[in-house]
């Protein structure tokens, strides 16, 4: 039997259905991951935000590719220079996703930093709206990095890279959703929302969704990166970083996620950086 409910959002309020169909969820997570307007077009039910996650790194599609064509086309129309056009593109990224990545990230260091083994006080503090000096100087140095990394990448290899390492970057975050509970209650989250576990098929469309564009990166460019690298990196600073947030909150939090994001996606750029100067590529 059908009901309904009310229920309100950040861009208002609807009566949404409690069915939630494929597509509903891809269009939720669309609007939960970027603030273009797609809730204008449809709203979908409450119960498909439970599952955006599973569709995370299809949102990386559009972010990657915006900032790819800002990286390659402004230098190539002669628009902005290159030190200009990547400045540009993290811009365009982060009033896409409305810093919703970026918040999460100092409120990982804020936790963490000043939240010390106290499971409790980091909990509070990552919840906090307020920004601490952890936060400030973590995207401070994360902006830098991700920065200086794409600068020393001709424009070309950088939207390639970063067409590749977004999605790739959001499929491997999204795991930590599988390997541990949400750190929270429903009703304490921000969003007001748990990831439910992921069924086999949806596993497998979100391997897709992450795979698919880096195996595209590495067939274009085989014998220019080095793919061991690229490949495994974010997967071993994956595992340590689930360990560290594993004994310290017994769980995760949306924070991390975005968090675990940033710093993934940011080690595919240090390693192609990294190997490319070591095997005298640049």
């Avoid at 979908?44 to 390659?72: C, D, F, H, K, R």
């Avoid at 274009?220 to 340590?240: K, Q, S």
């Amino acid at each position: 039997m059908q009901t309904s409910q009310n229920i309100s959002s950040g861009h208002g309020s609807q009566r949404f259905s409690l069915g939630a169909k494929w597509y509903d969820r891809l269009w939720a997570a669309f609007i939960f991951f970027t603030r273009l307007p797609f809730w204008r077009i449809y709203q979908p039910p409450q119960t498909a935000y439970n599952s955006v996650v599973e569709w995370w790194p299809l949102t990386g599609w559009l972010t990657s590719s915006v900032m790819a064509a800002i990286l390659y086309f402004g230098p190539q129309l002669s628009i902005i220079n290159y030190p200009l056009s990547i400045l540009f593109a993290i811009i365009a990224r982060i009033l896409l996703t409305g810093a919703l990545h970026e918040d999460g990230l100092a409120d990982f260091f804020d936790g963490f930093g000043g939240g010390g083994t106290n499971r409790e006080r980091i909990l509070s503090i990552m919840k906090d709206s307020h920004i601490g000096t952890y936060g400030v100087l973590g995207l401070i140095l994360y902006l830098a990095m991700l920065y200086l990394c794409l600068y020393s990448m001709t424009p070309l290899l950088a939207a390639m890279t970063v067409l590749a390492a977004d999605p790739y970057a959001k499929m491997l975050s999204a795991q930590m959703t599988q390997m541990m509970p949400y750190a929270r209650t429903e009703e304490t989250s921000k969003a007001h929302t748990v990831y439910r576990r992921m069924s086999v098929p949806s596993g497998l469309l979100l391997a897709v969704q992450g795979l698919l564009p880096i195996g595209l990166y590495f067939y274009f460019l085989h014998g220019v990166v080095n793919w061991e690298a690229i490949l495994f990196t974010p997967c071993l600073i994956m595992y340590f970083l689930y360990l560290f947030v594993w004994r310290r909150l017994r769980g995760y939090t949306g924070d991390c996620c975005g968090a675990f994001f940033l710093l993934l996606e940011l080690s595919v750029y240090l390693s192609v950086v990294i190997t490319m100067n070591i095997e005298g590529l640049y």
